[in-house]
Each structure stands twice: as C-alpha cells, then as structure tokens.
C-alpha cells in the first residue's frame, strides 16, 4: 500500500456536520462540568447534600435548599446530568443516522464513561470515608470524557477529511509517539492534581508530575517546530500546547500559594477558589490541545515500519465495517 493510500486510510471516521456542531456544543458544556466541579472541590462542598442519586429526597430541589454550598453541589449534578443527557443523544444519533463503525463505538464508549462517571460520583457521596480515593478515577475518568470528545470533534470536522501532503516522521524518538507518551502524561497529571485537592497526598506528587508533563511537552513541541515547523497543520497546535502549559504552570504556583496563605482561614475564599478552578480548566485545555496535536500527527506523519501501516489498515476495517 502506498504511503498516501495509508493517510487517506487513516482519515476514515468523515464529516458529518450537525454531529460535528453538536459535539462541539458538548465539549463545550463538558468544560462547564469541569468548573463546576472544581467549585464544588475549592469550596469543599462536596458533603452539602447528603444523598445521591436524589438531592434531599427529591430530583428538584425548591429554593429553601438552595443556599451556601448546596448551590455549588447541585449545580454540578443538574449540568453533569445535561451532559450525559446530551451524551445520549449524540450516541444514539450515531446509531441511527448511519455514522462510521469508529463514530459509532467512540460515541458509546462516551456515553458509557459518562455512566461511569456518575456511578463513581455516587460512590463518593456514599462513601465519605474514602472521598479522597474515589476522587481520582473521578477525576480522570472526567479528563479521559472530555478528551475523548475533543477527539471526535476533531474526527468529524470537514478539516480531517482534506488531503494533506505525507511528511516523514524522522524524528528520533518519533513525533507520533512521543505526542502520545506527552498525552499519557498529561492526563496522569490531573489525577494526581486531584489527588492532592482532596487531600488523599501531599503536593510532592503533584510537584513531581508538572516537572515530567513540561520536560514532555517541551520535547514534543520542540520536535514538531524542529521538524515541521513549515506547517501550520502541526506548528500551531503544538505552540498552543506550549501557551497553555507555560498558563498552568503559573496558575499553579498561584493557586498553591494563595492556598498557603489561606489554610488558616475558616472556609475557602478567594483568589484560593478562581485560582484553582482556572488552574482545573486550563489543564483540560491542556489536555485537549494535545488530543488535538495527537491526532494530526498521526493522520500526516508517515509511518515508520510496516506495523503502523498495519494500525491504519485495521482503523479502516473498524470504520468501514
């Protein structure tokens, strides 16, 4: 097979534009989600209502209930109940319009990590003892949706579906790679972020892995400008990653300082609750800059042994059925 059949093999998942639209209104509610829990998180109102799935006995709570910290838990359920709602409706648009197989599962992988995601959310309002555990595959598996429909926005967009020159990914380790060993990174980082909110470590961990992400995100972007720099397709997404890492970092050390300053406090106040919920919504933005960085690499860089154009071959085969 020739080396532009395998890239237009790759671009198989096709454009379909009301799904398209609709994701992106999903992505864009999923990072209301994400500020919402992290107001939930920075100003510990995680144990405001004392049922799940219920609030207070009831689906609809009236405005008596509605106060102090309540608003902030609340809050979260009603959007995270929109998404999964939303989520549903994508996936069974999927289903019946007649989207690509790899459309398809994707959009059922999503629906049931939001699934998931409100089971692990249940588990942390009935097992208080072990919130802070529970908050990390809560989460990640937060991070992981949100990327995920990052991905399929970037899948079903007409952009994907244009034909694009082949370039040799000659970069030693290869750019493909590394852009994906960059993401592994990136998304174990806001675990341990949200292990360390949650009081379930200290913040070394956390020290530890923003030191790793950047050394990563570093290499990566440098060998993307290194070596296709000429093409805005690569170059942008790679310096955005590096905009918003450079962001994360400094939000970070803000957040952590204001939350020194603050721990004698009664009860969170700002800048200590912006700051991190900035510091929450700019690591998804990270990560979702890398998603989008991943997935152009993939589809324009040449393969470099004959396996990966098997990998290829096989994304066909799940898409075409």
């Not at 908050?135 to 598996?141: C, D, E, S, T």
């Not at 998304?187 to 913040?203: D, E, I, M, P, T």
Request: proline share 4%; glycine share 6%.
């Amino acid at each position: 097979m020739k080396a532009n059949e395998c890239i237009n093999e790759f671009h198989i998942a096709g454009t379909n534009r009301g799904l398209h639209r609709l994701l992106i209104v999903l992505a864009s509610m999923t990072v209301l989600l994400l500020v919402a829990g992290a107001l939930v998180t920075s100003n510990e109102a995680g144990d405001s209502v004392p049922d799940w799935p219920l609030s207070f006995g009831r689906w609809v709570i009236n405005s008596n209930y509605f106060v102090a910290n309540v608003r902030f838990e609340y809050s979260h359920r009603v959007i995270a109940f929109f998404v999964g709602t939303t989520t549903l409706v994508l996936a069974l648009r999927a289903l019946m319009t007649g989207a690509r197989p790899l459309i398809r599962n994707l959009m059922l992988v999503a629906f049931a990590g939001i699934v998931i995601q409100a089971l692990i959310g249940g588990a942390r309002v009935s097992f208080p003892a072990y919130k802070p555990l529970i908050a990390i595959p809560h989460a990640l598996v937060a991070q992981s949706f949100f990327a995920l429909i990052v991905g399929l926005v970037v899948i079903t967009s007409a952009r994907w579906r244009e034909h694009k020159p082949l370039m040799e990914d000659s970069a030693h380790p290869s750019a493909r790679w590394l852009v994906i060993l960059t993401f592994c990174g990136v998304l174990a980082q806001s675990a341990l972020g949200a292990g360390f909110r949650h009081g379930a470590f200290g913040v070394i961990p956390h020290m530890v892995g923003a030191a790793v992400v950047f050394l990563l995100t570093v290499w990566t972007a440098l060998v993307i400008v290194h070596y296709h720099g000429r093409d805005a397709y690569l170059r942008r997404p790679a310096l955005a990653v590096l905009t918003l890492l450079s962001s994360q970092l400094i939000l970070g050390l803000l957040a952590y300082t204001a939350r020194l300053q603050s721990r004698n406090d009664p009860q969170p106040l700002e800048p200590m609750i912006t700051l991190t919920v900035a510091h929450v919504v700019v690591g998804a933005l990270t990560l979702a800059s890398v998603v989008v960085l991943a997935l152009r690499c993939w589809g324009t860089l040449s393969p470099a042994n004959q396996d990966d154009v098997q990998v290829r071959v096989s994304l066909r085969a799940q898409a075409t059925g």
